[in-house]
């Protein structure tokens, strides 16, 4: 059965490279930074949890854009891919409006703007945070995330062992947050492919998609933990519907027919019966009497030890000797000189060890 409690999606920045002695031991993905986390009850979807993060540290000076970018390298951040990607999360979960822009704009046409352009946007919500997207800090935002699913402390993630999980060790560890060790953390990527065999790919998108014959928004956070209960509630309907037995229809007894009557049988006066008659206890001397069956024999055996003796040889190869007319490991040893291995080969079934035939063969005389 799939583990009750919240299937939880992360969307994070784009994390450079980082030496591994500023890393700390164990947490691969501790420089990823979170920009939005989505959480939503398996059993009972009207349970969500979603918000937005500010990846940027609190009190950082910020006045132009490159005091963005170089502060996001610091980070250990891409700065393009970050803010593009920033960008793209916070136009298709509609957190921005014309009015929150340096011009009024659609935010379709805002996410066109070179980076730069909309670096300033960034700063701006940043030193005026009244004016942009409703943010929480990466330390506001697991506490929330725990205190909401503290009532249920399971979180299931697809690939949440490689990153979900690791990225949420991490934000614990740079906020010196406490995840508390009754949660449970389960990978559905094992699950799935454990309980959902056959599928070509266990990409979420696309496994959803197979399975449900539709697209979702995916790469929202909390649009793509609606879709990860989706798929956990199927699986687990899956699992339930297979262990239950179909009921038997119950047989029928037919009913018994009243007894009869017993029939009367009378008693016979001692004179009735008849006089005894002494036993012969002599025992007649039969001469033997040879008894042919008239049914035919299916097979006919030529003298020779079996082809059946020999290792490698079962039930299945000795039919198809026979039907070659070949009976005895002499008369195989002499089609085997004469026709070769590809001979063999053809004519004993799929998956015979036939290399331990022709090693009997050989040993044989």
Same mark, same amino acid.
């Given at each position: 059965m799939i583990p009750v409690g919240f299937c939880i999606d992360l969307e994070t920045t784009i994390?450079?490279?980082?030496?591994?002695?500023?890393?700390p031991a164990g947490q691969k993905r501790f420089e990823t930074r979170i920009i939005e986390i989505g959480a939503v009850h398996w059993k009972d979807r009207r349970r969500q949890f979603k918000c937005l993060v500010n990846p940027i540290p609190k009190h950082s000076v910020l006045k132009n854009p490159e005091d963005l970018f170089s502060l996001?390298?610091?980070?250990?951040?891409?700065?393009?891919?970050?803010?593009?990607?920033?960008s793209s999360v916070l136009v298709k979960r509609?957190?921005?409006?014309?009015?929150?822009?340096?011009?009024?704009?659609?935010?379709?046409?805002?996410r066109n703007r070179t980076v730069t352009n909309r670096a300033k946007d960034f700063i701006r919500w940043y030193n005026n945070p009244d004016i942009g997207p409703t943010f929480k800090t990466e330390n506001q935002a697991l506490n929330e995330l725990i205190q909401f699913t503290r009532a249920e402390p399971t979180w299931l993630a697809h690939n949440g062992r490689s990153f979900d999980f690791k990225v949420l060790e991490g934000c614990a560890e740079r906020t010196n947050t406490v995840i508390p060790t009754a949660f449970n953390m389960v990978d559905t990527l094992h699950l799935f492919r454990k309980h959902l065999p $056959?599928?070509?790919?266990? +990409?979420?998108?696309?496994?959803?998609? #197979?399975i449900f014959q539709r697209n979702y928004n995916a790469h929202v956070a909390i649009d793509d933990a609606k879709a990860l209960a989706e798929l956990c509630a199927y699986t687990d309907s899956k699992l339930q519907s297979s262990l239950k037995i179909p009921m038997k229809t119950p047989m029928k007894i037919p009913m018994k027919t009243p007894m009869k009557t017993p029939m009367k049988i009378p008693m016979k006066t001692p004179m009735e019966f008849p006089l005894k008659?002494?036993?012969?206890l002599t025992f007649v001397k039969r001469t033997s009497v040879k008894i042919h069956s008239k049914i035919p024999m299916e097979r006919t055996?030529?003298? $020779?030890?079996?082809?059946? +003796?020999?290792?490698?040889?079962?039930? #299945?190869?000795?039919?198809?000797?026979?039907?070659?007319?070949?009976?005895?490991?002499?008369?195989l040893k002499n089609n085997y000189n004469k026709h070769g291995v590809t001979w063999l080969r053809a004519n004993v079934p799929?998956?015979?060890r036939w290399r331990v035939?022709?090693?009997?063969?050989?040993?044989?005389f």
């Amino acid at each position: 059965m799939i583990p009750v409690g919240f299937c939880i999606d992360l969307e994070t920045t784009i994390a450079g490279r980082i030496p591994d002695n500023i890393r700390p031991a164990g947490q691969k993905r501790f420089e990823t930074r979170i920009i939005e986390i989505g959480a939503v009850h398996w059993k009972d979807r009207r349970r969500q949890f979603k918000c937005l993060v500010n990846p940027i540290p609190k009190h950082s000076v910020l006045k132009n854009p490159e005091d963005l970018f170089s502060l996001l390298r610091s980070m250990h951040q891409k700065p393009d891919a970050t803010l593009n990607f920033w960008s793209s999360v916070l136009v298709k979960r509609n957190s921005l409006n014309n009015n929150m822009f340096l011009h009024d704009e659609p935010p379709e046409i805002w996410r066109n703007r070179t980076v730069t352009n909309r670096a300033k946007d960034f700063i701006r919500w940043y030193n005026n945070p009244d004016i942009g997207p409703t943010f929480k800090t990466e330390n506001q935002a697991l506490n929330e995330l725990i205190q909401f699913t503290r009532a249920e402390p399971t979180w299931l993630a697809h690939n949440g062992r490689s990153f979900d999980f690791k990225v949420l060790e991490g934000c614990a560890e740079r906020t010196n947050t406490v995840i508390p060790t009754a949660f449970n953390m389960v990978d559905t990527l094992h699950l799935f492919r454990k309980h959902l065999p $056959g599928h070509g790919s266990y +990409s979420q998108p696309k496994l959803y998609a #197979k399975i449900f014959q539709r697209n979702y928004n995916a790469h929202v956070a909390i649009d793509d933990a609606k879709a990860l209960a989706e798929l956990c509630a199927y699986t687990d309907s899956k699992l339930q519907s297979s262990l239950k037995i179909p009921m038997k229809t119950p047989m029928k007894i037919p009913m018994k027919t009243p007894m009869k009557t017993p029939m009367k049988i009378p008693m016979k006066t001692p004179m009735e019966f008849p006089l005894k008659i002494p036993m012969d206890l002599t025992f007649v001397k039969r001469t033997s009497v040879k008894i042919h069956s008239k049914i035919p024999m299916e097979r006919t055996f030529v003298k $020779g030890k079996p082809v059946r +003796s020999l290792r490698g040889i079962g039930p #299945k190869t000795e039919l198809a000797l026979m039907a070659l007319n070949i009976t005895t490991v002499e008369q195989l040893k002499n089609n085997y000189n004469k026709h070769g291995v590809t001979w063999l080969r053809a004519n004993v079934p799929k998956g015979v060890r036939w290399r331990v035939i022709i090693a009997g063969l050989k040993s044989a005389f």
